[in-house]
């Protein structure tokens, strides 16, 4: 059974995606797949992968792979990942800004993420991101189990995956257009806000907490 957690924080629990939302990953990613390529002599088109971020590595890798396979190689994949992409990546324009407000209104940033969670919090670390918890290996519909586990009334992402995964958390869909959706489909998905970025967030915090309040 799923532990319940309860904060006394006096300001709101807010969950953030990871890749394409706080962090731009596609180089990180893009130098991966390339030598997950090498190292199993199977073609795969990084340039096309890294526009789809968002789902599992599994969506990704049944492209490219016999799906009997896939299971050996996305651990392959994961075992490479951490010493090629987290340098590589970068974090998003107003990420640690819009973590620093959340922490400003006396609130908790988590981030729930599809990315498998050991390599998550590795990207948070090297980029000075420090996040209340960190959950991984989350997709969809499925973040809703940690957002509601986290008390999150937020739930900020750039997939029309991330929207899904706050609707059934009832959590405001907060959406970045920063990644493979553009704001007229994340609108279409159900998302309440639609940000350009992370730079916006700020000020639109400040402004939802007052109309809250």
Not at 22 to 40: H, Q, V
Not at 169 to 177: F, G, I, N, Q
Not at 186 to 196: C, E, H, K, P
């Amino acid at each position: 059974m799923a532990h319940m957690t309860s904060y006394s924080s006096p300001g709101p629990t807010v969950g953030f995606d990871l890749d394409m939302t706080l962090i731009d990953s596609r180089p990180g990613i893009r130098a991966s797949m390339l030598a997950l390529a090498e190292r199993t002599g199977t073609y795969i088109d990084a340039d096309l992968a890294i526009t789809r971020l968002g789902p599992p590595l599994a969506d990704e890798l049944i492209n490219w792979f016999p799906a009997d396979e896939v299971p050996a190689v996305a651990d392959l994949y994961r075992e490479m990942y951490s010493s090629i992409a987290i340098a590589a990546t970068l974090a998003m324009p107003g990420a640690a800004e819009a973590i620093e407000a959340v922490r400003a209104a006396g609130g908790r940033a988590v981030v729930v993420t599809a990315k498998y969670e050991p390599n998550a919090k590795l990207h948070l670390a090297h980029l000075g991101i420090d996040a209340d918890a960190v959950i991984g290996d989350l997709w969809a519909e499925q973040k809703a189990e940690a957002l509601r586990e986290e008390g999150a009334s937020v739930y900020v992402g750039d997939h029309v995956g991330d929207v899904r995964g706050a609707r059934v958390a009832e959590a405001l869909s907060v959406a970045v257009a920063t990644g493979p959706c553009d704001a007229d489909e994340l609108r279409a998905a159900g998302a309440d806000i639609v940000l350009g970025d992370l730079t916006e967030f700020p000020r639109w915090l400040s402004d939802y907490l007052v109309a809250r309040a």
